[in-house]
């Protein structure tokens, strides 16, 4: 009796579904968050050009991380992936998920009134400092579905989408604070990295409420 070929179960090129049909089943998966100093959260993500199943796949396993962290806000950069794609859910533990997705984020409008929030990044766990921010902001992304849109949006969810803009474009928000404190921080992390000690978040009872991500 002939065994199955060696291509038994792939799509044959040129078919509809290249990438062949495991890829409707594979898994959510919680992915590795990166940690100051690794470099690449310095890198400057590339636009989104086509919102394929591999970028679907990506978000879904930026929320399934980002809920498990947990956080409220994740880009992309911060599980490894260098594409502007952010998410995003501001919901309270008693309120119903708010999952919310932005490609291709832009600021296109800042107010000149600003206010000092306190941030955290999942990338720089148990660190939490006053930041000054714009408080309101205006911008466009594409949804999901690759439909334009634009909000403008003010308190937390102005400055959710500022940091993590930010992380898209290759900055922390410890490049907002002093140079004094930027570099105790990194100071810090560079040490528990050389003596190769995780730096653990903290407990999820002890997670604030200005968590960000
Ligand atoms: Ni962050």
């Given at each position: 009796m002939p065994g199955l070929p060696a291509d038994a179960g792939r799509a044959k090129a040129g078919s509809i579904d290249p990438a062949g049909r495991t890829a409707y089943i594979a898994p959510m998966a919680k992915r590795e968050i990166l940690i100051i100093p690794?470099?690449?959260?310095?890198l400057k993500s590339e636009p989104i050009a086509a919102i394929d199943k591999s970028i679907r796949a990506l978000v879904d396993d930026m929320f399934e991380t980002m809920y498990e962290a947990p956080g409220i806000g994740l880009a992309a950069i911060q599980i490894g992936?260098?594409?502007?794609v952010v998410t995003m859910d501001l919901a309270k533990k008693d309120e119903p998920k708010a999952p919310q997705v932005f490609i291709n984020p832009e600021l296109t409008w800042k107010s000149e009134e600003k206010a000092t929030y306190e941030e955290g990044c999942l990338s720089i766990p148990e660190y939490y400092e006053e930041v000054e921010r714009p408080t309101g902001v205006k911008v466009k992304f594409l949804d999901l579905a690759g439909k334009p849109q634009e909000i403008e949006a003010r308190g937390l969810l102005a400055t959710c989408l500022q940091h993590e803009i930010d992380h898209i474009n290759g900055v922390l928000f410890i490049d907002h604070i002093s140079k004094l404190k930027r570099d105790m921080v990194l100071k810090k992390f560079k040490k528990a990295q050389k003596r190769g000690e995780p730096v653990k978040p903290l407990a999820d009872d002890k997670v604030p409420s200005h968590h960000i991500g």
């Open positions: 690794d470099k690449r959260l310095r992936v260098a594409k502007r």
